[in-house]
Nanobody, 115 residues
């Protein structure tokens, strides 16, 4: 599975961005898709995941502000980010999990939130 992420950018505190990640290849076998982020000097951390059945999971730090969703017809996963804070600044990576395979990662997209 190949993943292509887009939608990052620079916004001010309180602003919104929507990230997109298009999957290609053996997409029918994907069980979970998600978004992770990595800030400078920090470890990569989970932001949100969504299962093939539509179940979602969020990091506590983004609950109520971020929404993960999918468009199966477009093989795309989205991350709608509202009420952005400076601490959300990071490189965001999309991820796809298939049973029995190593996770697939997109190339990362930079999100910068200024105060």
């Amino acid at each position: 599975v190949q993943l292509q992420a887009s939608g990052g950018g620079s916004v001010q505190t309180g602003g919104s961005l929507r990230l997109s990640c298009v999957a290609s290849g053996t997409v029918s076998s994907i069980k979970f898709m998600g978004w992770y982020r990595q800030a400078p000097g920090k470890q990569r951390e989970l932001v949100a995941t969504i299962s093939s059945g539509g179940n979602t999971n969020y990091a506590d730090s983004v609950k109520g502000r971020f929404t993960i969703s999918t468009d199966n017809a477009k093989n795309t996963v989205y991350l709608q980010m509202n009420s952005l804070k400076p601490e959300d600044t990071a490189v965001y990576y999309c991820n796809a999990v298939r049973l029995g395979y190593a996770p697939s990662w997109g190339q990362g997209t930079q999100v910068t939130v200024s105060s």
